[in-house]
């Protein structure tokens, strides 16, 4: 019986390439196979179409353009500025791109200088692809590759000349040499160079971000597999590559600027990220935890329950190879949490590492709900995917309430499009998940999610309306001439982009009275928050912009994001002043951050009192005291939903007492689940007919009969 049972669990260990095509014969195999190619094929273009749209807007992009044009046009590749100011806050290698491009191509648009973040978003999913099939083979490759290319934040990012693309794919190049090092078939000691190489390139990227993705991994490598380990001689001489790339530009640096200088402005850095209390204040230590469900958005629910995976017992033949990829997530978390300033695209490197643990999720539930009497866990894995599909459909209901907002016809036609896409998919998957269909039910969600991304970036962002910073800028130009322009406080960096000048940064009232009496044609830029303060000395409002560099999607709480900026002078010079039109579509005054999680919260609290109320009337009907399951599924969904109400309260107390209490939930019942099979199971074991053969197994299944015989 011992041998029999284990038999029967290394078969449905995995659903493997070899495994689906036996359990569900060639063709459908192949069928699974040749249309996640063909999603993944479409993939690519996501980062390329429409590249040029929107304009820039982004202060982010306009400091990586505008200082790695300078170097091209001053010749000096060591020394980085941007607005004649020192910017030592990134290292070069974005700016180098940027430079060469300028060198090839002359002045940029928006698509040449977003073109080497498109390009590596592109590897970065081969990358992947290659990652997958190393560990665990095509499927797991090719479904990692697709978790990836379809993830709106990987596809948003891959569309922004941004430093966070540029480490993300080195750091998959890292993770991709550690994969063959320790996972290949053959022991090459001297891809250790190449690693240390990559490492070095992730470097001179985002600075020491590299190495908390990058280290877990490799220290987890070496220890659990010493046969893979390199002689000290190897590591000696890529450490040694890894200081040649990585800090050559560095001495370079110091021999130019100083020690002094250079160590300043590295200080300042390390003070506004790691140990500002003014950013330490704005996000508390769970941020990271909502922000999973972000980044891995339409993936939402797949993605964090992927981090689970080396748990499951069906994993267990596998769990070594997971456990080293969940660590290296677990390590940049914890890191990324322990800092001050959090911001969501810092845990961009980690999506490939979640995107094949999701993968691997995904081959183990699909196994896991095929297989008749595997008992309560079989019910557990399909709300897994069940959940997912309902994503789907939750964000295709708030996709198409937006079109209550915006009136614009191309727009409002495009969201209303996508909308029906998600919500159609996620349907689909919800029929097919019931029907124990996972592969059916996966690339219903791909295909929803490709026509979505298509359809958001090809269609809707192109057409958006609002008064862009290009327009604005537009607009000082014709007014300004050659005149002096100055910020005061404040700045906005876009505008050095498209103005194509440096704009002074006036800090001091003094200053700018002496600015303005000195030179009595110079033009002030301010936003609203020191516009009294300026007018004391340039009184004339000659433009202003009510939302500059607004969303493009009127969402609760994104008002406190636009910013008022104005430009005044000292006299009105002849020009009437100008107030550029705000964006046309904006919700109630009501639909507000406040209010939504106050809803949420009502909400939660009328899940958590329903089971009461349920249990009330069954009581009541029964004329006993009794607590039927839906009193257990209303606690458990009750107790999630006040669970993620008190994180964005940031209250321990409530925090805890709603954590616990999930864990008695889900406990109840399983009990109450598990007991339902066993009588199940029980009652088909007796009226099955004695032949030997299991006749309620779905169809290309009966293979696994052999071993129950």
Not at 16 to 38: C, D, K, M, N, W
Not at 158 to 166: I, P
Not at 518 to 525: A, K
């Amino acid at each position: 019986m011992a041998d029999k049972k284990e038999i029967s669990q290394v078969n449905v260990e995995f659903t493997t390439g070899q495994e689906l095509s036996q359990r569900h014969g060639p063709v459908y195999a192949s069928a699974v196979l040749t249309i996640f190619i063909f999603l993944l094929v479409v993939s690519f273009a996501l980062p390329l179409i429409r590249l040029g749209k929107p304009e820039l807007g982004s202060p982010h992009e306009a400091r990586v353009i505008v200082t790695g044009t300078n170097m091209a046009e001053s010749g000096d590749w060591i020394v980085p500025y941007f607005n004649d100011a020192l910017r030592l806050q990134k290292p070069p290698l974005p700016y180098w791109t940027i430079a060469v491009l300028v060198k090839i191509f002359g002045p940029l648009d928006e698509f040449l200088f977003r073109l080497p973040s498109a390009l590596m978003g592109i590897g970065g999913i081969i990358l992947t692809l290659m990652i997958g099939r190393v560990m665990f083979g095509w499927h797991i490759g090719l479904l990692a590759a697709l978790f990836q290319a379809l993830t709106t934040k990987y596809i948003i990012e891959s569309r922004l000349a941004r430093v966070d693309m540029y480490l993300t794919f080195w750091v998959t190049v890292s993770l991709l040499l550690l994969v063959v090092i320790f996972f290949g078939k053959k022991r090459r000691d001297w891809l250790w160079l190449i690693l240390w190489a990559a490492i070095a390139m992730g470097f001179l990227a985002k600075w020491l971000a590299v190495f908390m993705f990058v280290m877990p991994l490799m220290l987890y490598g070496l220890w659990a597999y010493p046969q893979r380990r390199p002689r000290l001689t190897w590591h000696l001489l890529g450490i040694f590559i890894f200081l040649l790339l990585a800090f050559s530009w560095v001495v370079a640096l110091v021999g130019r600027l100083g020690w002094e200088t250079v160590q300043a402005g590295w200080a300042r850095e390390v003070s506004d990220n790691i140990t500002s209390p003014v950013h330490r204040a704005n996000h508390g230590i769970f941020y990271y935890i909502p922000q999973l469900f972000v980044l891995g958005f339409p993936w939402s629910a797949l993605i964090p329950a992927a981090l689970t995976v080396p748990f499951w017992a069906q994993a267990r033949q596998q769990r070594d190879k997971l456990l080293g990829l969940l660590l290296s997530v677990i390590v940049a978390l914890v890191i990324l949490s322990l800092i001050s300033k959090k911001k969501a695209d810092y845990l961009l490197p980690a999506l490939p590492f979640m995107a094949i643990l999701a993968a691997k999720t995904w081959e183990v539930y699909v196994g896991e709900i095929a297989m008749p009497g595997r008992g309560a866990m079989k019910y557990w894995r399909r709300a897994l995917g069940l959940l997912q599909a309902a994503v789907f459909v939750i964000a295709a209901i708030v996709v198409l309430s937006y079109c209550f907002l915006d009136t614009e016809q191309r727009r409002y036609g495009a969201i209303a499009v996508s909308g029906l896409s998600l919500g159609s998919a996620g349907v689909f998957a919800l029929f097919y998940i019931q029907r124990a269909k996972g592969w059916s039910a996966i690339i219903s969600l791909f295909l929803g999610t490709a026509v979505f991304s298509y359809i958001l970036f090809g269609f809707f962002m192109p057409y958006e309306t609002r008064i862009s910073s290009a327009d604005f800028a537009q607009s000082i130009a014709k007014v300004i001439g050659e005149s002096p322009l100055v910020y005061f406080q404040d700045r906005d960096d876009t505008l050095i982009y498209h103005l194509d000048r440096t704009i002074p940064t006036i800090n001091n009232f003094e200053q700018l009275r002496l600015q303005v009496e000195e030179h009595p044609e110079t033009f002030v830029l301010v936003q609203s928050e020191h516009l009294d303060t300026a007018r004391q000395v340039a009184d004339h409002v000659i433009l202003h912009h009510p939302r500059f560099r607004d969303v493009s999607l009127p969402l609760p709480g994104k008002d406190k994001e636009a910013v008022d900026i104005y430009l005044l002078h000292k006299g009105s010079v002849g020009i009437h002043p100008k107030e550029f039109t705000a964006f046309p579509p904006r919700p109630p005054g009501w639909l507000n951050v406040k209010n939504v999680w106050l809803a949420f919260g009502f909400l939660a609290q009328g899940m958590f009192f329903g089971r009461f109320f349920l249990q009330w009337i069954a009581s009541e009907k029964k004329k006993q005291s009794v607590v039927p399951v839906g009193f257990w599924w209303l606690s458990l969904v009750g107790g999630i939903m006040l669970f993620g109400y008190a994180v964005h309260r940031r209250d321990p107390v409530f925090i805890v007492g709603q954590g616990a209490g999930v864990l008695i939930y889900l406990r109840n019942l399983y009990f109450i689940y598990a007991k339902r099979l066993q009588k199940q199971e029980l009652f088909t074991k007796e009226s099955r007919p004695q032949t030997g053969l299991n006749h309620s197994e779905p169809a290309g299944e009966s293979h696994d009969s052999k071993y129950n015989h």
